[in-house]
């Protein structure tokens, strides 16, 4: 009898509801967030660049090295937005898996300083997001066979909650006036949203926050805020602010606050997930647009 109670408590011991969760890395905190949703309780996420920090010029530090040297899986967002991940990778020696999330997203190219580049951020439609958690989803199916079952159905609860909000966005914007569609933001990070949603978005900075805007592109961005009346100027979250208030002072057009561009915000400002980042960003924008 005692030796069949010890069967089975060691039984109850190793289940899987007692399994430690499976330790994985994301580069940003956006991305950080959407491997949780789809990883769930089996998975323990730390990421690299927390929220309201600037991925594009982004330092590594001793402790990355050391969290990637626990990790079982490595989540970027790939397509040159993490410009120093190679060399955290090689000087880690990290053996998991990379797994990049763009993989598959129809990419296009932006003029980046007079020459072009890909353009990175991707997530910033709904559509490619729902990309991103499948390939999430098969991420972690490779480095946890166990828990596929799980991640696939979290993974396509949460691609529904992505698909509704997606809806939600295409019909409050298409409400708007096709000619009042113009927005102000420092670099071109939404040159996603502006194919997905139809909205123009101008920016005194490039795809990167590293190179710097010229005295040039700046005059020409205030001359046209003038002769087309854009309304909706915003600052982002994650980068410095004083280009586009050096625009609204110059122009007297209205600050209308701070989009969340390359990273969410802090746990009690609104937008600590996607998906609240992305009604945060939305529900700004529309009023905006309509002049209000
Ligand atoms: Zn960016």
Redo the contacts with the bound molecule.
């Keep these: 009898m005692r030796a069949l109670l010890a069967t089975m408590s060691l039984a109850l011991l190793t289940g899987t509801a007692l399994a430690a969760p499976v330790p994985v890395v994301a580069s940003f905190s956006i991305l950080g967030d959407m491997v949780q949703q789809v990883g769930g309780a089996r998975v323990a996420v730390t990421t690299i660049v927390g929220p309201n920090a600037?991925?594009?010029v982004y330092e590594p530090k001793p402790q990355d090295a050391a969290v990637l040297g626990e990790a079982q899986a490595f989540f970027v967002n790939g397509l040159g937005?993490e410009g120093w991940l190679d060399r955290l990778v090689e000087a880690t020696g990290f053996k998991g898996a990379v797994v990049t999330v763009s993989d598959g997203v129809k990419t296009h190219t932006m003029d980046d300083g007079g020459r072009m580049a890909t353009d990175?951020?991707a997530w910033q439609s709904l559509g490619n997001g729902q990309l991103y958690v499948a390939n999430i989803a098969k991420g972690l199916c490779a480095v946890d066979a166990e828990g596929c079952a799980t991640y696939t159905a979290n993974a396509e609860a949460y691609a529904a909650q992505l698909e509704a909000l997606d809806t939600e966005v295409k019909a409050a914007i298409a409400a708007v006036p096709e000619a009042d569609r113009k927005v102000i933001t420092t670099?071109?990070?939404f040159g996603y949203f502006a194919e997905a949603y139809g909205v123009t978005f101008l920016a005194p900075e490039g795809?990167?926050?590293e190179s710097e805007a010229s005295a040039t592109d700046l005059a020409r961005l205030i001359d046209q805020v003038k002769q087309e009346g854009v309304k909706a100027l915003f600052v982002e979250n994650m980068?410095d602010p004083r280009l586009v208030q050096q625009i609204a002072a110059e122009t007297g057009a209205k600050l209308g606050g701070a989009l969340y561009?390359?990273a969410l915000s802090e746990p009690d400002e609104g937008a600590a997930t996607y998906l609240d980042m992305f009604r945060h960003n939305f529900g700004l924008l529309v009023p905006a647009l309509e002049g209000k």
């Design positions: 600037d991925t594009h937005f990175p951020h670099h071109d990070a795809i990167s926050t980068s561009a390359d």
